[in-house]
Every structure is written in structure tokens, then in C-alpha cells.
């Protein structure tokens, strides 16, 4: 007989999965409390590397089922969700998404819904890169500056430079500027770049 498991996962400790399980619960889940996993952790690490998630998968057994409330849950990068997906499949796991329905994503439906889903992602994050891309590039050509600013000004570069070139050693330029050496020893790159 399978038994039937649930994974909670919200990003940070002042939040709560109480929605999660009651999301469940409403779904039409009776999940024994021993077998709902909770966790506090970023979407943004691997499934397989968050030790909540590590500890479900090795108590499930083939036949068993997994139900999420939605994918992200399992993942923000669609690759990983897959990966993981696909990991639970090949070990008889099978996983419900409260939020496509309900739909078994390691069964054929799943697993096309999974393909159209990760295309979509890929689709929105490249996107988002030429957006951000546009972007910079516009800024550049305004001529915004990127980055923290410098320590210290441009005459004040030119003076490191002057002295570094009379033989002053870093540190006591860092000293003089009160400023670190490792700033010095930037300016004397760029200088020396120039």
C-alpha cells in the first residue's frame, strides 16, 4: 500500500507552511503528521542538497507518493525541479503538484507538463537577461558609472601613482590615504593597464 508524504518549504524562519498543509489537507490529503517534512530553506539550493528534503526522500519507498503545493516548492530553476522530478520517478516516487491539479508529474501528462513549464522558464529567464542586458547598455551609453565608487578621487589616484613611481611602498601609501593596500595596489594595476 502507498503511503502518501507531503514536503513544506518556505524561504525564510519568519515565515510559516501552515498554508501548505492546510492546502493539502483541503486537497483531500490525510497525511500522517510523521510524514509531512517542513522546512525553512531557499528555493534557490538544490532539493537534494537541503537535509529536510535528503531525510524525506531516504524514508520513501517505491509506490510511495510525494504531493507539493506548487512547484516551486521543490525548486526555483526548472532544471532542478526536473532533476528532482525525474530522481523520484526512477525510485517508483511518484509527485503531486496541488497546483497543476493534482497531476502525477512522473506520468506521461507530468512529465509533458514538466517539458512545456521548464521551456516557459527558460524562455522567461532569457527574457529577463536581454531586458537587463538592454539595460546596462543603456546606462553605459548615458554614462553611468557601475559599481562602488572609488576610494579615492582621480587627483588622488594620480598622486598614488606619482608616488608609487618615486619608489613609495604601498603600505605606507595606504597609511597616507588611510585606505587599504589592496586599494593601492588596484590603482597601481589600472595605472599600469593605462
Known sequence: MSRVFAYCRVSTSDQTTDNQRL?????GFAIDGRRIVTESISGSIA????PGFSRLVD????????????????????????????????NG???????????????AAGRMTMQVLSAVAEFERDLLIERTNA??????????????PSALSHEEQQEVLSKLAQG????????????????IM????????A
Open 168 to 183: 613609495v611602498p604601498v603600505a605606507a601609501l595606504a597609511r597616507d590615504y588611510q585606505t587599504t593596500r589592496q586599494t
Open 47 to 50: 532539493a537534494s542538497e537541503r
Open 59 to 90: 524514508r520513501m519507498e517505491s509506490g510511495d507518493v510525494l504531493v507539493v503545493t506548487k512547484l516551486d516548492r521543490l525548486g526555483r530553476n526548472a532544471m532542478d525541479v526536473r532533476s528532482t522530478v525525474e530522481k523520484l520517478a526512477e
Open 93 to 107: 516516487i511518484k509527485v503531486h503538484c496541488l497546483a497543476l491539479g493534482g497531476v502525477d508529474l512522473t506520468s
Open 23 to 27: 492546502e493539502i489537507e483541503r486537497a
Open 135 to 148: 539595460g546596462l547598455q543603456r546606462a553605459k551609453a548615458e554614462g553611468k558609472q557601475f559599481g562602488r
Open 186 to 193: 588596484r590603482v597601481r594595476a589600472k595605472g599600469e593597464a
